[in-house]
């Protein structure tokens, strides 16, 4: 696969991935604010929305794998969970240095391995 090829979809994937990031902003001020529900539920919700959109908007634009496959929406969940995870443990690793360290890691750490893994994990072309 030529460097092209992966530039352009790194382009799109910080695309999709912004856009997934201002849905969910808006989606959780607007059930905060509007709709009264607690934060913890309202930032809930607007991640799981914007987590839909991440995964149609990669599937569609970012990796153009077509038709529908099962394994997919799984192997998203699965990477998607992989991401919140880190983005948790990281902090919890890095305690006892400046918190602004463990959000940089964080920054670069779970975008770059949640590209490998839509790249190399969930969006294959090719089921198991």
Do not use: C, W
């Amino acid at each position: 696969m030529s460097k092209r090829v992966i530039l352009g979809q790194g382009l799109r994937f910080l695309t999709i991935g912004a856009g997934a990031s201002f849905l969910y902003f808006v989606l959780a001020l607007i059930l905060d604010r509007l709709v009264n529900f607690p934060p913890v539920t309202a930032s809930t919700v607007a991640y799981v929305l914007a987590a839909v959109f991440s995964y149609i908007g990669h599937k569609s634009f970012t990796f153009n794998t077509g038709g529908h496959s099962n394994f997919e929406i799984l192997r998203f969940a699965v990477s998607t969970l992989t991401g919140f995870l880190l983005a948790s443990i990281i902090p919890l690793v890095l305690t006892g240095y400046p918190s602004i360290i463990s959000y940089l890691v964080v920054l670069v750490v779970v975008p770059l391995l949640s590209f490998l893994m839509l790249k190399f994990f969930v969006f294959t072309k090719s089921g198991p």
